[in-house]
């Protein structure tokens, strides 16, 4: 496979970000089909559309997604191209390598495909970029049978869970992210692998409401981790940071000068709740007005904590534009236990209890989001078996449109026009 002329393409080798194009040209020495890779793209920035055609069904016998079949619609003039199916494995929680494994990955990948990856997917899937048809089943034999690796999720399925890094490395984990993350898709490895949803469904875990994996954004079924007892403080920590000798936030605005740490105007002003106050140099909380926002622990690490009774926060339904909007994850369970002795039952409870109503009343490609909005948070409670509380809501519903089941209203909806016209005469 020949070289192509990159004029566009060359131009983003300039600059001081790491270039896409630099690493393919690099990559094509060893694998020519990147030269056709960067030709086809540079016929992209040229005609400005894309040079995919549409869909492409491919795979391995016995899972029902994984693979993202693609197919050049030049062929003829970059038959390097001509497949370029992409490969989705199912990355370790928190994405922690040894250099072992990913040479292994390479190796195989060097073998079977373009070398070109993408670390990682956005859902979370190390992601190999471009092999043909033939070469799925032995790459999917290898990594099965020598890395002891598996595929990830695509199509209408259980997507690949991922988390953030939580307590691997992380003083606010309020569960071990990593643990849940990795338990549930071992248990779950039949609706990651063969669809039988209604539609997309992706679970995300992070361990407490900074959310560095962004659940609450882009998952239908996020684990927020969160406490419910007291913010603990260490005074002599707080007067570290009030002296001076702890800097705020752990030097993330030491780029800049921000002036004197000022707890007031830092902390005590910007908590949402307005919950903390000083008395003298000694910091106060009123842990059943604080929200848990993190913005305290946040500016001062050194001297907050969680609380010690930890858990998670349930929230389920977010889902991107289409078809009838974006929305963030809806607040389903306030607070609960991320308990590894019960094999995480509790939460496995849950999530089937979704399963279940919305993998009978969900429609044709609705998200699970979708579902609750066009039949009601009322009814996703009821269905989870969950008691609706003031929690459930941003505030009460403006309109007055309100449901009543029959059986709690006296007398019912039967009722006779005659015996109302006997009190009522027209
Ligand atoms: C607290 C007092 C009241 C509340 C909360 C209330 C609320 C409502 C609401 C939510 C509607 C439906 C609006 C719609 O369909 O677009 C409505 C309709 C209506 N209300 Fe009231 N209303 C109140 C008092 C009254 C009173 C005192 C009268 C008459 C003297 C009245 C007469 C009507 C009429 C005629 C309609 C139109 C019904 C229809 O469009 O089918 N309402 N009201
Ligand atoms: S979400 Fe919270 S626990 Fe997880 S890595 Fe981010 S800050 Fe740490
Ligand atoms: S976590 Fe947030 S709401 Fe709670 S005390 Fe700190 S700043 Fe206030």
């Not at 922690?96 to 993408?118: H, P, Q, V």
């Amino acid at each position: 496979m020949p070289k192509h002329d990159t004029p566009l393409l060359d131009e983003l080798e300039k600059g001081p970000w790491p270039s896409f194009v630099t690493d393919l040209k690099r990559q094509a020495e060893k694998k020519p089909e990147c030269f056709d890779i960067l030709g086809q793209l540079e016929l992209s920035y040229r005609d400005k559309v894309t040079h995919w055609k549409h869909g492409g069904i491919v795979g391995v016998f016995g899972y029902g997604g994984g693979i993202v079949g693609r197919y050049s619609d030049v062929p003829t003039q970059f038959p390097g191209v001509a497949h370029f199916h992409t490969v989705r494995l199912n990355q370790p929680s928190s994405m922690f390598y040894s250099s072992a494994k990913l040479r292994d990955i390479c190796n195989l990948w060097e073998k079977y495909g373009s070398g070109m990856t993408n670390m990682h997917g956005s859902t979370g899937d190390l992601v190999l970029l471009g092999t043909t048809t033939p070469n799925l089943e032995p790459l999917f034999y290898d990594l099965t049978h020598d890395l002891n690796q598996d595929l990830g999720g695509s199509g209408s399925n259980l997507r690949t869970p991922s988390c953030c890094l939580g307590r691997a490395r992380c003083e606010w984990g309020c569960y071990d992210t990593q643990n849940l993350c990795h338990s549930l898709t071992m248990h779950y490895q039949d609706e990651i692998h063969r669809p039988a949803f209604p539609y997309k469904f992706k679970m995300k875990f992070s361990g407490c409401p900074n959310d560095c994996v962004a659940a609450i954004a882009r998952s239908d079924f996020a684990v927020i981790g969160t406490w419910r007892d007291d913010i603990r403080i260490d005074q002599a920590a707080v007067k570290g940071y009030l002296s001076g000798e702890f800097i705020p936030n752990a030097g993330a605005h030491s780029d800049k000068d921000w002036g004197k740490f000022d707890i007031k105007a830092e902390v005590l002003d910007l908590c949402p709740t307005g919950c903390m106050w000083m008395e003298g140099d000694t910091l106060k909380i009123d842990n059943s007005e604080c929200t848990r926002c993190m913005h305290c622990l946040n500016v001062m690490p050194r001297a907050l904590r969680p609380g010690l009774q930890q858990g998670a926060t349930i929230c389920v339904g977010a889902k991107a534009p289409i078809l009838d909007g974006a929305q963030f994850a809806t607040m389903t369970v306030p607070f609960i236990e991320v308990n590894p002795d019960t094999e995480f039952a509790e939460i496995i409870e849950v999530i089937e209890k979704i399963w279940d109503w919305w993998m009978e009343v969900g429609k044709n490609r609705e998200r699970v989001g979708e579902t609750i909005m066009r039949i009601g948070l009322p009814t996703f409670l009821k269905v989870m078996e969950i008691t609706p509380t003031p929690q459930h809501v941003k505030e009460p519903r403006s309109n007055p449109y309100v449901f009543w089941q029959e059986d709690e209203v006296e007398g019912g909806w039967d009722r006779d026009v005659i015996a109302y016209r006997k009190r009522n005469a027209q």
